[in-house]
């Protein structure tokens, strides 16, 4: 890398940084998750204001630092404004952010983790005023559970951790501190506030987010008690790798 770089980011969360300045997370897609420096961006009169809101996707110019790297240039992309312009849809767009920074640690390139969570929000912001609460949650939980197996956290959900058979049987459980499905019979050995039961289609929904893209799930006919289920299942995962809550979760569940 030389003394300055390019590449595509999309804008996870800002600071302010002395008097003038605002330090930005960036998930970038080529040096995964970057800290940079904005200078003067704390003045109205700062020409990069208008491209540097929370969850902008743009190409960016930086140049090495000592100590931060800074912001050299930007230019917008993509602004999602149909997710910006609606209540949930910005809410949703925090809980990608949230989870994001979360899961995502330091500078580690892997374009396909960026381009799935690219893709998450091209469907969110076409699909938004067009379905439901809790379909668009499912579709954001979609990308949480992705994004969790390409970090190597996949739950394992065809066959049950203890005994190792595979899930037949119409009665099983999600154990979120072994991180997958168990079986009826070996529900003995975990705790009662670690597991929820589970019915065949949130497990069949569970393998399904194993194995089709996401635009698979756009239009798929759920019943809401099964997509209930699911995200349920998913946040307390989420909450497990996270190891904190999820603000912007709460907020979704109340609008």
Do not use: W
């Not at 770089?5 to 003038?20: F, G, Q, S």
């Not at 930005?24 to 809101?53: H, P, R």
């Amino acid at each position: 890398m030389g003394q300055t770089y390019t590449t595509t980011a999309l804008i996870l969360k800002r600071r302010d940084h002395n008097e003038h300045d605002r330090l930005f997370c960036l998930y970038t897609k080529d040096f995964g998750k970057i800290d940079v420096l904005a200078k003067g961006t704390k003045k109205i009169s700062s020409k990069l204001n208008s491209y540097l809101e929370p969850f902008y996707l743009i190409k960016v110019m930086i140049a090495k630092g000592k100590v931060f790297d800074k912001l050299a240039n930007c230019n917008l992309i993509e602004g999602y404004q149909n997710l910006r312009h609606d209540l949930l849809g910005f809410a949703l767009i925090n809980y990608l952010a949230e989870i994001t920074d979360g899961l995502i640690i330091g500078q580690t390139q892997n374009n396909n983790k960026f381009d799935l969570l690219l893709k998450t929000l091209d469907i969110l912001e076409q699909e938004i005023g067009k379905k439901e609460k809790e379909k668009l949650l499912l579709l954001a939980n979609l990308y949480s559970l992705k994004l969790l197996s390409l970090l190597g956290y996949q739950p394992e959900i065809k066959r049950c951790l203890i005994c190792h058979k595979g899930i037949l049987l119409t009665k099983n459980i999600f154990d979120f501190s072994h991180g997958g499905v168990i079986c009826e019979d070996c529900k003995k050995v975990c705790l009662i506030e670690d597991y929820v039961l589970v019915s065949d289609q949130v497990i069949k929904l569970l393998q399904l987010s194993q194995e089709k893209d996401l635009d698979f799930f756009i239009n798929l006919g759920i019943d809401q008690d099964t997509i209930k289920q699911f995200n349920q299942v998913v946040y307390k995962l989420l909450l497990v790798n996270l190891e904190k809550p999820i603000k912007s979760f709460d907020f979704i569940k109340k609008l």
